[in-house]
C-alpha cells in the first residue's frame, strides 16, 4: 500500500504532513511525501507566522519521480496554498495514481463558517474542480457549504445530496450537534459523542486514517467509523486547558487506532454482549473466556493473520450462543440444537459491528462446530475445535483414551496438538 501525502509542512501546531506521515506510516501504508509549502505554523490562530511556497518546487519533484516509474494506489492531497497547486495536483493523479488506484482529497478551506486565511471564493471555484476528479472528499460542514453555495448551517443531508453532483463519495465532517459529532456519508451517518473542545487538525486526523483505511482497501462506512472514532478519542484525550492552537494530541489515540484496525475494539464489544447474553450463566462465561484464550495461543503459534485471528477469536466467543435458545426450545443443548440455534443469535449479535461477509463466515463456523467430519479445510473452524477441546478435555472429564484418538483423528495444527499433548496425554 503506498500512498502519496500532498500536504503542507506547518513546523509547529500539529497539522497536515504533520499528522499524516505518522498516522499513515502508524497504519502500515507507505507514505510519500509532497509538501505544498513549509510554515513556522500553521495559519489558524498565531500571529506573524513565515509561509514558503514550494510550487515552483513541485514540477521538478515529479520530473524526478518520472524517472523513478513511481506509482500510488492512493494519493491524498489536503491544504493547498494555490490555484496552481490545484493544477498541479490534478496532473499528480493523471500520472502518478495507479488505474485502479483511489484518489482522496481533502479540499481544505476553512472551519466554523469562514474560510483560513489566504484562501477567497476563487479559490474555493478552483477546489471545486478538483473535487471533481476525486473518488472520495471529505470537507467538513463549513468547507461543504462553500464547496455546494448552499448557506452555513444548511442540512448536511443536503450538503451530501449537492455534493454528490460533483463527487461519487463524498463525506461530511463535523455535523456537530449539541451532544454528538456526526459524519455523513452516501450510506449512513456515523454519530458519536461530541468530545469537549475544537482543536486544530482534527480535519487532518480524521483523513488521515480514512486515507490509511481506504489504502487498506476498507469499505467507506469501515473508513468513516474508523476515522470517526480515532479522530474523536484523539479530541478526548487532549485536555481541555491546553492550547487550542498546538492541535490535538492525535499521537496518545494511535495505539486505539491499531485497536480499531485490527479487530480488538470490535472484538470487545462482541466479548461484552455475549457475557451480557448469557446472563447470570457464569459457567458458560467461563467456558467462552478459556476457549477464547485458547484460541489466542493457538492464532498466535499457527502466526494466523490479523483477519484470521480476528475470525477465530469471534468464533471463539460466540460458538455456544446457541446453547440458551437450545434449552429454552428443547430443554436440551446437544450439538445439533446448538448448531441450528446459534446462527441467528450471533447473527442478532454482530448485526452493526461486522459487514455480512464476515458475519456470515463466522456463523458458518458456529453452525458446524460439532460437526467434526465436516471441517474440510475451514482452518478457523479447526483452530476453533482445537480450542474447544483443549477445554472440554479437563471440564468434561474425556478420558485420557478419547482424547489420544481425538489428537488422531481431529487436531491438525501443530500448537493445538502440542498443547493437547502437554496439559493431557503425557
Ligand atoms: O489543519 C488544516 C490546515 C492545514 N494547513 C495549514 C493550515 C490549516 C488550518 O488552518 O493553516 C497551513
Not at 65 to 73: N, R
Not at 89 to 111: C, E, M, Q, S, Y
Not at 248 to 274: D, H, N, Q, V
Request: aromatic letters at 8%; glycine letters at 8%; a negative charge.
Amino acid at each position: 500500500m503506498r500512498v502519496l501525502a500532498i500536504n503542507d509542512i506547518s513546523c509547529v501546531g500539529r497539522c497536515s504532513l504533520g499528522i499524516a506521515v505518522p498516522v499513515l506510516s502508524a497504519c502500515g501504508c507507505v507514505c510519500d511525501l509532497l509538501p505544498t509549502a513549509v510554515l513556522s505554523t500553521h495559519t489558524g490562530g498565531f500571529e506573524g507566522f513565515t509561509f514558503l511556497d514550494l510550487t515552483d518546487e513541485i514540477p521538478k519533484i515529479t520530473a524526478h519521480w518520472k524517472t523513478l516509474s513511481i506509482s500510488y494506489d492512493v494519493i491524498y492531497s489536503g491544504y493547498l496554498g494555490s490555484k496552481r497547486q490545484v493544477e498541479l495536483v490534478k496532473a499528480i493523479r493523471r500520472d502518478f495514481l495507479k488505474p485502479n488506484g483511489k484518489f482522496v482529497v481533502d479540499p481544505v478551506l476553512g472551519d466554523h463558517g469562514k474560510l483560513y486565511t489566504n484562501f477567497d471564493e476563487s479559490f474555493v471555484d478552483a477546489m471545486r474542480e478538483l473535487c471533481k476528479e476525486a473518488d472520495h472528499i471529505l470537507p467538513n460542514v463549513t468547507e461543504a457549504s462553500y464547496l455546494t453555495a448552499l448557506p452555513y448551517g444548511a442540512p448536511p443531508e443536503r450538503l451530501l445530496e449537492e455534493l454528490k453532483k460533483l463527487c461519487p463519495s463524498p463525506i461530511v465532517t463535523s455535523a456537530d450537534t449539541e451532544s454528538e459529532t456526526r459524519t455523513f456519508y452516501p450510506g449512513g451517518v456515523l454519530s458519536l459523542p461530541l468530545a469537549p473542545g475544537i482543536y486544530h487538525g482534527t480535519g487532518d486526523a480524521f483523513a488521515s486514517a480514512f486515507t490509511a483505511c481506504i489504502a487498506r482497501g476498507l469499505p467507506v462506512s469501515d473508513c468513516v467509523s474508523v476515522a470517526g472514532r480515532f479522530s474523536t478519542r484523539a479530541v478526548s484525550l487532549t485536555p481541555l486547558e491546553a492550547d487550542k492552537r498546538y492541535g490535538i494530541e492525535f499521537e496518545a489515540a494511535i495505539p486505539y487506532l491499531l485497536e480499531l484496525l485490527s479487530g480488538k475494539e470490535t472484538l470487545r464489544k462482541i466479548r461484552a454482549r455475549a457475557i451480557d447474553y448469557f446472563g447470570s450463566d457464569v459457567s458458560r462465561i467461563h467456558h467462552m473466556l478459556k476457549v477464547l484464550g485458547f484460541a489466542q495461543l493457538i492464532a498466535e503459534g499457527e502466526k494466523l493473520s490479523e483477519r484470521e485471528s480476528f475470525l477465530l477469536s469471534a468464533c471463539a466467543i460466540l460458538h455456544d450462543i446457541g446453547i440458551p435458545e437450545s434449552e429454552k426450545k428443547y430443554g436440551n443443548a446437544n450439538g445439533k440444537n446448538q448448531e441450528k440455534e446459534g446462527p441467528p443469535v450471533a447473527r442478532a449479535l454482530l448485526s452493526d459491528l461486522t459487514d455480512e461477509e464476515t458475519t456470515e463466515r463466522i456463523c458458518r463456523v458456529v453452525s458446524l462446530h460439532h460437526s467434526y467430519s465436516k471441517i474440510g479445510g475451514d482452518k478457523i473452524l479447526q483452530m476453533l475445535v482445537e480450542a474447544d477441546m483443549l477445554v472440554n478435555a479437563r471440564d468434561e472429564e474425556i478420558p485420557r483414551e478419547s482424547l489420544a484418538l481425538f489428537k488422531e483423528r481431529v487436531f491438525r495444527t501443530e500448537s493445538g496438538k502440542k498443547y493437547l499433548e502437554k496439559l493431557y496425554l503425557v
